[in-house]
């Protein structure tokens, strides 16, 4: 079954620490990937995606994705993380129509 | 006004209220989803309209009626709901599947069923 897993639940990182979220996928193809990122009370945003080309994509915010095909993996990444980065992180893929699947989210706790 | 907007952001109803919830975008995108968002759980795709038109129904509850009546308007009518159905409802759009360009997510309705 097509899957996407998020492996951490929750990661606290001090701030100025870099950071790496991590994300594995199970289809039969290369999906598209996605990063999404969830603030308290608030909807999703989108970080970044990745279908074919260079493996390391850039986003907003200072976020980067690399993606693995041998690891079946896409893992976020931040130099150094900022008190603001505090939130809640959505891994997703599509490999076409309408469905959209999402990891269950790892939670980012950043301390001074 | 741009982006996708929820109206409204907390609902509080009984288990025999009828509510609806509604989600509006302004950005020219031709699909529009339900999700719902429950405490430690991944989000769960409800219902998805392509050009106004139902294409995905994921074993809903009738309880969750939506409707859809024109490329910039969502709603999520509610009747007879349970306690379980207490989450976060997002509403979000896309162009096409929102394979190239991701989805654009509202800020969510806080249903409380009591």
């Known amino acids: 079954a097509q899957s996407v897993t998020q492996p951490d639940i929750h990661i606290t990182v001090s701030e100025g620490a870099s950071l790496e979220l991590r994300c594995n996928y199970s289809?039969?193809?290369?999906?598209?990937l996605f990063w999404y990122v969830q603030s308290p009370g608030q909807g999703l945003q989108l970080l970044l995606k990745?279908?074919?080309?260079?493996?390391l994509v850039q986003g907003i915010k200072g976020f980067e994705a690399e993606f693995k095909r041998s690891q079946s993996s896409f893992n976020l990444r931040k130099p150094s993380v900022h008190w603001s980065d505090a939130a809640e992180y959505f891994c997703a893929a599509n490999t076409g129509g309408f469905k959209t699947i999402f990891g269950a989210g790892t939670r980012l706790f950043v301390k001074a | 006004e741009t982006g996708v907007t929820q109206t409204p952001r907390h609902l509080v109803m009984g288990m025999t209220n009828k509510k609806s919830l509604k989600c509006e975008q302004h950005?020219?995108?031709?699909?529009m989803y339900w999700y719902k968002q429950s405490a430690k759980k991944p989000l769960e795709l409800m219902f998805v309209?392509?050009?106004?038109?139902?294409?995905e129904n994921n074993s809903v509850p009738s309880r969750f009626s939506p409707e859809c009546p024109n490329s910039s308007h969502l709603f999520l009518h509610l009747h007879t709901l349970q306690p379980e159905d207490s989450a976060l409802y997002l509403c979000a759009s896309s162009q096409s599947g929102g394979r190239d360009y991701g989805y654009t997510f509202g800020s969510g309705t806080r249903l409380t069923v009591v």
């Open positions: 309209y392509s050009l106004e038109e139902r294409v």
């Open positions: 289809y039969g193809a290369t999906p598209y």
């Open positions: 950005l020219g995108h031709n699909a």
């Open positions: 990745y279908f074919s080309g260079d493996t």
